[in-house]
């Protein structure tokens, strides 16, 4: 009996979204014909995206295995985004934490400041994160927008709460959205329809479906994230949006990678674990659907890009 | 594959006779088909429908056990390509490789830790499975040797790997009781590995890199040597192939019914990998990707704890978060005057609080509210954790009667209830613990004073 594999063909396709451009390097994400990396079926003409995150101000409760690896580089983020670049980032991640009310609370002017200095240090696709507080969000998103102009920057997390004015800014200046929702597929498509619906492109959104960590809730995001993908490619154009992950700041900021004391023998090697965490849950992601994988570890970064890599051949 | 009624009804006598206790055939083929009776309650079944009935009603993926009564390891008996389908059932079980080249004191302590290797997360205890022992020597004394060795210091399952049918004999003389899976037939040597898997009634590995065809006509060949049960090593599989050729095999079994290849699949992520922390990622992926048994190269705690972690992720019913009964729970041996912490029946949340409780040095009280299995912040925005739910909780558990003060803290994440709870709860001290659960022992320390 010769053995016939039942091979899926699926009518739809994951939406290309480039970022960067402009005298900036470009980078084009999605495009997928098939689940992830399974070329039996269709064609994933991109290989899913490295991103690395630099925030704005000193992280102050990160694992001391980060603030090892970055060192003084923490401190300044145009520093911080040059390493990251070296390291082999694909996309940088700025977060502007330093707006949020209790970290800084600063505003547009810094912002601006900020975003300018950071896109002068490197030449990668660059994607702005506010401080996750919807009125700051759009004070500081909107700031950056205006500085990157033309660039094709990420703008997020675009909301419920606030996607018509990070839509809007995205519309005016050329960018990219990312709509962030909880772990829900019917909130997911609903956000990708109202962002549509005031006219920005569906080739201009990212969707972040929020990621659990490994141990802290990643089953529900992997199968989140797969539903998703499926519901693309069987054709449904309001969840074909490219995907991105928080792998990194989810994996590093649980007790397993953090806690320097204080946890039992058999948890074994601190750093040793605290790596695996964060490859073990980008890994995971990677074969659910994501398009893009935020992650902290200069170590993970050269694991799971070769991984990738593996996973492309 | 569960067969409909009409599947059944199709292979019953159809005489109605009413000796199984319902009034026709086709009555009795739909409380078949619902598991409500066992076919073999019809006493006029013929033998062929009883075979062809079995073999139907069969589960696209034989479930193996690996390992006798004292610990056991049972793969396979998957149904579905996406656990939100309905669920991952089975495990893979992990094992970590032992050579039989290596100096035995060496293997028995490496023995030695990963049995006693439990490590606790959500009230559940994790470990790993067992070894898989290789004859890298090549000499059936030494190999049966070092196998008896490990199974005399733990009884744990067991892989045993050679291609040499003689030292698989003499180490089966001296495991063959607890059922070990033996590796592997080839196409060289299969007829006399399958004499051994009879013989010792053991779990045998159908090895063959070159093709799903021809892995599939070993398969065949070896289950009509009358050998069952079969676990499929379609040989070295980088990240890539792996995905590709085990999604394959999956869809094969549970779509197409296809039975050559329906049985777990072995991988061994080191051989494909260029060092121990690539090793694991693959591992990581061939957990999520539809891996029966996964061979690790090398034990590491460190390592060991995220698969692990990974595996029960991947393996929870998707339909029900485990969860606690509702309560108050006393943490450690506490006294009236111990603090009160509250929280929600979400398991994970309930244990990385109790674990912080019990390490803090402070006995407490914890009154765990009923949010359906939430954790803290997902009950909070459902609605299902609010200042109403912790005050009826208050009442229903009778935490006055427990206590002698009336202090509560609340989780940090969800500060903004403190206000309502005052309302709830009046004459109450509402206290803002930290957003982690990490920080409780330190909070308690600078703010509990009684
Ligand atoms: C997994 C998950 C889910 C799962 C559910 C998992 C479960 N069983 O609870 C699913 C997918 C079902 C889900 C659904 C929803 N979710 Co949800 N979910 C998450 C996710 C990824 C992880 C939650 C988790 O498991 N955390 C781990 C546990 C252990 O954390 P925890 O309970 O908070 O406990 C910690 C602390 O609070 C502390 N602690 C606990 N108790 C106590 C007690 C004391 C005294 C102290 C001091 C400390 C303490 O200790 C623990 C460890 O530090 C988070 C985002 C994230 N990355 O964290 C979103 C998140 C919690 N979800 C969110 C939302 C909005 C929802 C939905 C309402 C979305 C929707 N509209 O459908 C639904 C609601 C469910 C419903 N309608 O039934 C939001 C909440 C936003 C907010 N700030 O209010 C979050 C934060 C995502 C986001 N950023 O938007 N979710
Ligand atoms: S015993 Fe068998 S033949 Fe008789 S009614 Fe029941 S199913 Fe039909």
Redesign the pocket.
């Known amino acids: 009996m010769p053995v016939e594999v039942p091979v899926e063909k699926w009518a739809g396709k994951v939406n290309e979204v480039t970022l960067g451009g402009n005298g900036r390097k470009s980078i084009v994400i999605g495009g997928e014909t098939t689940l992830p990396f399974l070329k039996i079926d269709g064609a994933m003409p991109h290989r899913p995206a490295i991103a690395v995150e630099v925030d704005d101000v000193m992280p102050a409760d990160w694992s001391p295995h980060l603030i090892a690896a970055w060192g003084d580089a923490l401190k300044d983020p145009a520093v911080w985004a040059k390493k990251a670049a070296e390291y082999g980032a694909d996309i940088i991640v700025l977060t502007l934490d330093s707006a949020h009310p209790e970290r800084g609370n600063t505003g547009a002017a810094e912002a601006k400041k900020t975003v300018e200095k950071v896109l002068a240090a490197v030449d990668l696709p660059v994607i702005i994160i506010g401080p996750d507080v919807a009125e700051k969000d759009n004070e500081v998103l909107i700031a950056a927008s205006s500085v990157g102009r033309g660039q094709r920057l990420a703008l997020g997390n675009c909301v419920d709460k606030n996607y018509r004015s990070v839509a809007a800014a995205c519309i005016a200046d050329g960018h990219v959205a990312i709509a ?1 929702t ?3 597929i019917n ?1 997911a498509k609903q956000l990708n329809i109202l962002i549509c619906d005031i006219g920005l492109a569906p080739d201009a959104i990212l969707m972040d479906p ?4 490994l141990g ?2 990643i089953e ?2 992997y199968s ?1 994230m797969e539903r998703l993908r499926l519901a693309a490619l069987i054709g449904d154009k309001m969840t074909s949006m490219p995907m991105i992950c928080d792998v990194g700041e ?1 994996s590093w900021r649980q ?1 397993e990678a953090r806690a320097t004391s204080g946890v039992p023998a058999t948890w074994g090697d601190h750093q040793e674990r605290a790596l695996a965490w964060e490859g073990i849950t980008g890994v995971s992601l990677l074969n659910s659907g994501a398009d893009i994988v935020v992650l902290q570890h200069p170590r993970t970064i050269a694991l799971i890009k070769d991984a990738i890599s593996k996973l492309m051949a | 594959m569960a067969l409909s009624g009409i599947e059944i009804y199709k292979h019953l006598p159809k005489t109605n006779c009413k000796k199984c206790g319902f009034p026709t055939c086709l009555a009795f083929a739909m409380k078949v088909s619902q598991k409500a009776i066992a076919i073999t309650a019809c006493t006029d079944l013929s033998e062929t429908a009883r075979a062809a009935l079995e073999a139907a009603s069969r589960p696209p993926i034989r479930l193996i056990t690996i390992g006798g009564d004292s610990r056991k390891v049972e793969v396979g008996n998957e149904v579905v390509m996406f656990r939100h389908e309905k669920t991952f059932y089975h495990p893979p079980g992990l094992m970590i490789k032992l050579k039989d080249t290596a100096p035995l004191e060496a293997t028995l302590k490496t023995v030695d830790e990963v049995a006693n290797l439990v490590i606790d997360r959500v009230g559940l205890k994790l470990s790993l499975d067992g070894f898989a022992i290789q004859n890298e020597s090549k000499d059936a004394a030494t190999f049966a040797r070092c196998v008896e060795a490990v199974k005399a210091r733990a009884d744990l399952p067991l892989v045993l790997m050679s291609p040499d049918p003689a030292a698989m004999e003499a180490a089966l003389e001296k495991s063959a009781r607890s059922r070990p899976l033996i590796y592997a037939a080839t196409k060289d040597n299969w007829e006399k590995m399958a004499e051994l898997a009879k013989k010792h009634s053991c779990p045998l590995v159908a090895s063959e890199p070159a093709s799903l065809d021809e892995l599939s006509a070993l398969t065949q060949k070896l289950n009509q040597a009358g050998v069952e049960d079969l676990v499929l090593d379609p040989g070295p599989q980088g990240f890539s192939a792996s995905l590709n050729t085990l999604t394959q095999l999956r869809r094969l079994a549970v779509k197409k019914s296809f039975r050559p290849l329906g049985f777990p699949i072995i991988t061994f992520p080191a051989e494909t990998t260029g060092s121990p922390e690539e090793e694991v990622i693959l591992a990581g992926q061939q957990i999520a990707k539809y891996a029966g048994i996964i061979v690790l190269s090398r034990f590491s705690p460190a390592t060991a704890y995220p698969l692990l972690t990974l595996r029960l992720n991947m393996y929870t019913d998707p339909q029900k ?1 485990i969860q606690m009964a509702p309560g108050i729970y006393p943490i450690g041996t506490p006294k009236p005057g111990s603090p009160l ?4 029946n ?1 398991s ?2 309930y244990f ?2 109790a674990t912080e409780l019990e390490a803090s040095g402070f006995p407490s009280w914890l009154l765990v509210c009923d949010t ?11 609605g ?1 954790f609010d200042a109403e739910k912790i005050a009826k909780s208050v009442k229903a558990f009778n935490v006055e009667a427990s206590i002698s003060h009336r202090s509560i ?5 969800v500060a903004v209830l403190r206000g309502e709870l005052e309302e709830e709860l009046q004459g109450w001290k509402i206290m803002v ?6 920080e ?1 022992g330190s ?1 308690l320390k600078r703010y509990w004073t009684n």
């Open positions: 962030k909880p772990i829900d909130l929020t990621t659990g960590g802290y809730g529900y995001t989140v989810e007790k | 978060p912490c509250v929280t929600t979400f994970l949340t990385s609080v359906e299995g939430l954790s803290v912040l997902t009950a909070w925005a459902a299902k803290i609340i989780p940090g994440r613990g930290p957003p982690e659960a990490m409780i909070y």
